[in-house]
């Protein structure tokens, strides 16, 4: 099983970038993909889930509300994150994520876990 994110960079407040990630190994059909960041010198923060199913119901954190998206491409079992708006305190190590039920992956503690992508937003 592995989890690939990737697609950070440097970027300016108010731009937008595009995270990605690849989930391979298993049959995700009935998994939530999910991300999470981890600003410096603090602790690791849900960011936003998605159900790999049909319906593909969307959850998220109240501080990225409006500016980013999350989706996914069943196709070629990816998850994407879409942000835009972007914010200094946006800047952080994110990372993909996988787990069977919602309330594990939401509460930060599930099965699966991708290698972080560093998000850089300067002022």
């Known amino acids: 099983v592995q989890l690939q994110a990737f697609g950070g960079g440097l970027v300016q407040a108010g731009d937008s970038l595009r995270l990605s990630c690849g989930f391979s190994?298993?049959?995700?059909?009935?998994?939530?993909g999910g991300w999470f960041r981890q600003a410096p010198g603090k602790g690791r923060e849900f960011v936003a889930a998605?159900?790999?199913?049909?319906?593909?119901?969307?959850t998220y954190a109240d501080s990225v509300k409006g500016r980013f998206t999350i989706s996914k491409d069943n196709a070629k079992n990816m998850v994407f994150l879409q942000m835009n708006s972007l914010k200094p305190e946006d800047t952080a190590v994110y990372y993909c994520?996988?787990?069977?039920?919602?309330?594990?992956?939401?509460?930060?503690?599930?099965?699966?876990w991708g290698q972080g992508t560093l998000v850089t937003v300067s002022s």
């Open positions: 998605i159900d790999w199913g049909d319906g593909g119901v969307k």
């Open positions: 994520a996988a787990d069977m039920h919602e309330a594990s992956l939401i509460g930060g503690s599930p099965d699966y």
């Open positions: 190994g298993r049959t995700w059909s009935d998994y939530y």
